[in-house]
């Protein structure tokens, strides 16, 4: 389907906006060709909502259909199409307790509502013009967002800046698929051969577009997801205490008896704009009973899984072959920053550089061993620094400071579909070389930009868009 013009919806919706529970306020929100008919059966005050002005408050009481008082409400009037779905629309809101808010609903669907769907209204929005498809899964982005990362790439999208960099590189190729059409619906009349160079450069300037757009998957992902920083080592060096330093409070079990550690401890921080699941793991040696084996055998899972491993080691022990062994053996799963705790102890931290510095025998397609951090987890001194060393592992810089204006992907469907398009273009450029048939080059050229369609919803099925919006809560 592609995105058409205002769509006419018999039905008016009705839902609770607000998350259900005690607050503040709650909001039943209608929307359709009669919410306000609907609203202003429910609604006693001194304004009449169906003549209502647009964007007026009104203060009055929800009723229902026997004349009881429900609560106190305040009805919001949004006309169409200056609302959020482009449709009438009217918000009252009333008390933030569940029974107000369940019996101003109840009442508002005997009047004729009907319960929406989860996210019928974006649905609606998407369906009206008023934000395309990339946009409006913006909106559950940004209701979900867990770090300040997150929320600043999410808020970037439903400002349209992926929409609009997908937009200007699909002009171009359409712009090409015009012409190769034309030349085979209207042959006869084309004298001059198609030009290779000329087209060439565009495709090949579209493709360079897309691959800088997926160079930005990585980042992306991570801003929206986070990542696990997994805490390994032998027993005692500290594990529990880093993880305690870090998070800022006393989350993990801390003794002088080797061990404590036997299942791991997650816990999650932002660090830098990023979410961080740190996990404390019991230690790394050989199981003194069944239960520590288990404990050892999840830790070595969890590094599996992690984007970055921080071996921790006490500066006062001697970094000798079982050391460097130890770092060798993390890096063949994961990416290892050596972290030498206990620094308030004294020692000499050159003598760790020396060591680790150069990366040790890890073995071929192992990870990088970064450069020695040092803290004290007792004090917290470097624990700041080695929060920066963690950001720039992860991301090569504060994610927040260091991205400017690129748009960043965090959505797989839209990675999904800009791959395919970029793939396309893959073999139209190949295509071109080997001086294929006009047809052939028209077929991959319409893939790309069909592809690239499905990130704004100009190409996209009805199943598509029942399973994106399905994802949205109740009410938005």
């Known amino acids: 389907m592609s995105l058409a013009q205002p769509q006419t919806n018999e039905h008016t919706i ?27 059966r429910v609604f006693s005050g001194t304004e009449d909502l169906t003549k209502a002005s647009p964007r007026t408050a009104c203060h009055g009481f ?26 009438d629309m009217v918000e009252l809101s009333c008390h933030g307790g569940p029974l107000p808010s369940a019996l101003v609903l109840d009442a508002v669907i005997r009047a004729g509502a009907c319960p929406a769907a989860p996210g019928e209204f974006t649905k609606r929005a998407f369906l009206n013009g008023k934000l395309d498809l990339s946009q409006a899964e913006a909106i559950a982005e940004v209701i979900g967002a867990r770090s300040r990362a997150g929320l600043k790439a999410a808020l ?12 200007r ?15 085979l619906d209207f042959s006869e009349d084309v004298d001059e051969p198609l030009g290779v160079d000329a087209t060439g450069r565009v495709i090949g300037s579209a493709a360079e577009d897309l691959r800088r757009l997926l160079d930005g998957a990585s980042l992306g992902r991570l ?45 999650w921080v932002e660090v830098g704009g990023i979410l961080l699941t740190l996990a404390d793991t019991a230690g790394l040696r050989s199981a003194g009973d069944e239960i520590e084996a288990e404990g050892v055998r999840r830790t070595r899972s969890l590094i599996r899984e992690s984007r970055l491993v921080l071996a921790v080691m006490e500066m006062q022990t001697t970094p000798g072959e079982e050391t460097v062994r130890l770092v060798a053996e993390l890096a063949r799963e994961a990416p290892v920053l050596p972290v030498v705790n206990k620094m308030d102890l004294g020692g000499d931290p050159e003598r760790w550089r020396k060591a680790l510095g150069d990366p040790p025998e890890r073995g071929e397609g192992a990870h990088p061993v970064l450069p020695c951090s040092f803290v004290s987890a007792l004090t917290g ?49 190949a295509a071109l070389e080997e001086g294929v048939t006009e047809e052939l080059l028209a077929f991959e050229v319409g893939g790309a930009v069909r592809a690239m369609g499905e990130i704004s919803g100009e190409s996209v099925t009805e199943e598509v868009l029942d399973s994106i919006f399905s994802r949205f809560c109740v009410g938005k």
Not at 62 to 85: I, K, Q, R
Not at 156 to 167: A, D, K, M, N, P
Request: proline share 3%; with cysteine; glycine share 12%.
């Open 223 to 267: 801003a929206r997801e986070g990542a696990r920083v997994v805490i390994a080592g032998r027993p005692n060096v500290g594990k529990s205490s880093l993880l305690n330093a870090m998070v800022g409070r006393d989350r993990a079990i801390v003794t002088t008896v080797p061990g404590t550690t036997r299942d791991a401890i997650e816990e």
């Open 62 to 87: 929800a009723v229902n259909e026997s004349g009881e008082c429900l609560d106190e409400v305040l009805a919001t009037v949004f006309s169409a199409p200056h609302s959020y779905t482009g449709e």
């Open 14 to 40: 009705a839902a609770l906006s607000t998350p259900p529970g005690v607050g503040a306020i709650a909001v039943v929100r209608l929307s359709g060709p009669n919410a306000r008919a609907i609203a202003g």
């Open 169 to 183: 590189t699909r002009e171009k190729l359409i712009a090409v698929l015009a012409e190769l059409e034309a030349r």
């Open 156 to 167: 970037s999208q439903l400002g349209g800046s992926l929409s609009e960099r997908v937009r």
């Open 381 to 429: 001194e470097g624990v700041d620094a080695l929060k920066g060393r963690i950001v720039e592992a992860l991301c090569g810089g504060g994610i927040l400071d260091g991205w400017g204006d690129e748009v960043l992907l965090t959505n797989a469907r839209h990675i999904d579909a800009l791959r395919r398009a970029h793939e396309a273009l893959g073999r139209t450029q």
